[in-house]
Each structure stands twice: as C-alpha cells, then as structure tokens.
T-cell receptor
Framework: GDSVTQMEGPVTLSEEAFLTINCTYT??????LFWYVQYPGEGLQLLLK?????DKGSNKGFEATYRKETTSFHLEKGSVQVSDSAVYFC???????????FGGGTRLMVKP | DAGVTQSPTHLIKTRGQQVTLRCSPK?????VSWYQQALGQGPQFIFQ???????QRGNFPDRFSGHQFPNYSSELNVNALLLGDSALYLC????????????FGPGTRLTVT
C-alpha cells in the first residue's frame, strides 16, 4: 500500500536559519503530494501542494518540488521565523484510494 | 466564508460507551472524510462520504460508522469505546472532483477513560 516517510523530529533551529524536512513516499500510479502544518491545539492547514512530477509547490516562503525519480517531496524554507514553530506533515493522495496518506509528522522548533 | 466546523471540541467518555461527533463542511463542498490522529502520530483515514454513501473506508473496525446528511454535513459514530480510541478526530471536506485538496476542521479531542 501507499506510505509516506518523513524525518523524525524535533528539528530545532535558530531564527533565520535554513530549513529542510525530508519526505519520501511509496505509491502506485501518480499521486498528488502535500505538506500540511499543524499548530498547537489546532487542526491541519494545507501549506502547499504539487500534483505532477517536477511541479514546485510554494506558499509563505516554503517550497517543495515533486521528484518522481527519487520519490521525494522535501520541504524547504530559506529563513525560518519563531512563528513557523509547528508540526509539519507530508501526505500523498492517490486517486485509487480517495484518501490522504500521512507521514508521522516532524516537529519544528524555532528559537529567537 | 465559513470553513470546516466540528463539534464538540472536547469530549470525555468511559470505556464501552458510544460517541457521536459532528462535522459541517466548507461552503460548496460535497465530500467529507474523517481521520483519527493519535497523540504524536500522523492522521489515519477512517472513511469518506459522498452523496450520503460511504465511498471509501480505511482499516478501521465496524465499531466506527458514519453518516452524511442531504446538506453534506456528517457524523462519526464510535460504539463500544476502547481506551485506544482516545485521539483527535479530524474532519476534512472537499469537492468530489478534486477531492485530493482537502480542508480540515479543528478536530474533536476524544478521551476515553
């Protein structure tokens, strides 16, 4: 079945540091890929998406590129802020399953 | 534009009891999916409803059941609660065309004692 693997956290960075959170996936066909963010005590917010190979999703300074050859969708941001502290989830959607499959989440902590 | 809403926010139940959680989708959406998120883990798909029918189901026992109403709102019912059912239950809405783009509600925190 489909699966998503993300780097384990927590990831602790200083403000303005560069962020990378690794995500790889296993899926049949051509899934769509997503990053969701979850702030403490809240539900999930869609951060960015990519629906086909080589697409780059971007939002609020975050970027991720759909790499089919390496089955990866790594999240990057050039300069993190304290307000980016949250849990980040990588996910895929496979049309055959009509559902999102999530990774285990990566907690990011940004210190001033 | 109202987003996805869920009720109640928190709930405490005893083992063996039954619980009903409610979800109202984002305006214009016709499909509702439910997910279970255990503490420290990623959400797990329970099922999806469209046109008042269960469209897809994840690997959850029959104790988990659902319903979708004509106004697209939905309920999740869990019978014979177990301690392991303690989790954050998330509802997500989407359009059946393009249901890959799902919008989540704030969740209901269920604690089973």
């Amino acid at each position: 079945g489909d699966s998503v693997t993300q780097m384990e956290g927590p990831v602790t960075l200083s403000e303005e540091a560069f962020l990378t959170i690794n995500c790889t996936y296993t899926a049949t066909g051509y899934p769509s890929l997503f990053w969701y963010v979850q702030y403490p005590g809240e539900g999930l917010q869609l951060l960015l998406k990519a629906t086909k190979a080589d697409d780059k999703g971007s939002n609020k300074g975050f970027e991720a590129t759909y790499r089919k050859e390496t089955t990866s969708f790594h999240l990057e941001k050039g300069s993190v802020q304290v307000s980016d502290s949250a849990v980040y989830f990588c996910a895929l959607y496979n049309n055959a399953g009509n559902m999102l499959t999530f990774g285990g989440g990566t907690r990011l902590m940004v210190k001033p | 534009d109202a987003g996805v809403t869920q009720s109640p926010t928190h709930l405490i139940k005893t083992r063996g009891q039954q619980v009903t959680l409610r979800c109202s989708p984002k305006s214009g959406h016709d499909t509702v999916s439910w997910y279970q998120q255990a503490l420290g883990q990623g959400p797990q798909f329970i099922f999806q409803y469209y046109e008042e029918e269960e469209r897809q189901r994840g690997n959850f026992p029959d104790r988990f059941s659902g319903h979708q109403f004509p106004n697209y709102s939905s309920e999740l019912n869990v019978n014979a609660l177990l301690l392991g059912d303690s989790a954050l239950y998330l509802c997500a809405s989407s359009l059946v065309r393009g249901s890959y783009e799902q919008y989540f509600g704030p969740g209901t925190r269920l604690t089973v004692t």
